[in-house]
């Protein structure tokens, strides 16, 4: 059997720790935003954040910045993929929602079309998670368990495919504007939300699109209620942690999530950053909570 190198992409938002501990790479998207001085700037969407900082980052989108988005590269995928295919290695890679991202479909094209005629001793498996963030991130550390038990490809496969819909995601915005300038939510929603306050409550529906399922009046009943949803759809929270993500949240939203997260039960509760593709999409002070619950059947209109 060969030897399963574990990939996911710049939405998974798993640290630079957990990656190194459990042996899990990921290929990188690209962000870029244009400055006062009409310069460019692009990036690949790093979650190591080697070139500037979240809260650098983040601070720009309050200033003003609109940052774009864009999908990991062919060239990306080669400089990331071929080594281990060079090494007789099999390639596990669970990718960003299909209906957010096309990361995952090119992934396939090229596997199909390019590395399994040059490497035919080699699979390379794709996995479209139906959903992003640390849903995902949750995934692929499931997924490295598997591996670390000695699962083959297949096995692992099966296991995520059965169960991806059960990483769920419970979320809500400070405002509706980035997701508006991204095509997340359509404007005349984004703006009778930004008139009246009403924060939605975003989840991972069954075709992986962000959907507004809920909606409460204010930031902190939106909190509440994100809490109440995870308390109602885990399972088995004694058994497992729960992520609290945030584009740098204020310390009393925080506080008031973890003290909820803890209330449930959780094995452990931790607290970090969003990615940089999370953080441009969704905008400051995002906050979403990550968990194994009940099977999302749910679907947006």
């Known amino acids: 059997m060969n030897k399963i190198a574990l990939f996911a992409d710049s939405t998974c938002d798993l640290t630079t720790e957990v990656r190194k501990a459990r042996d899990i790479d990921y290929v990188r998207m690209l962000v870029n935003w244009t400055d006062k001085d009409k310069k460019n700037h692009e990036i690949y969407a790093s979650l190591d954040w080697e070139e500037i900082s979240p809260k650098e980052y983040i601070d720009l989108m309050r200033v003003g910045y609109v940052i774009f988005t864009s999908q990991v590269t062919e060239q990306e995928f080669d400089e990331k993929f071929i080594p281990h295919l060079e090494k007789g290695e099999d390639i596990l890679y669970i990718s960003c929602s299909s209906a957010l991202s096309q990361s995952g479909n090119l992934a396939v094209r090229l596997a199909k079309e390019k590395y399994s005629k040059k490497y035919p001793n080699s699979r390379i498996v794709v996995i479209d998670s139906l959903t992003s963030c640390m849903a995902q991130g949750l995934m692929v550390l499931k997924a490295a368990d598997l591996r670390d038990e000695g699962k083959t490809i297949d096995e692992i496969a099966a296991e995520i495919e059965k169960t991806k819909l059960c990483y769920n995601q419970s979320a809500t915005v400070e405002d509706l504007t980035t997701l508006a300038k991204h095509g997340r939510v359509k404007a005349a929603k984004a703006f009778f939300g930004n008139i009246f306050g009403v924060k939605p409550i975003l989840i991972s529906d069954a075709k992986g699109n962000n959907f507004a399922a809920e909606k409460a009046k204010g ?51 931790v607290v970090q950053y969003f990615g940089p593709i999370i953080t441009a999409s969704c905008g400051p002070a995002t906050f979403g909570i990550y968990y194994f619950g009940k099977e999302e059947t749910r679907v947006g209109e």
Do not use: W
Not at 222 to 251: F, G, M, W
């Open 219 to 269: 930031r902190r009943n939106a909190l509440i209620r994100c809490s109440e949803i995870v308390k109602e759809r885990v399972i088995n929270p004694e058994k497992q942690v729960c992520y609290v993500t945030h584009a740098d949240a204020k310390q009393e939203d925080i506080d008031l999530v973890v003290g909820k997260m803890k209330e449930i039960g959780f094995k452990d509760v």
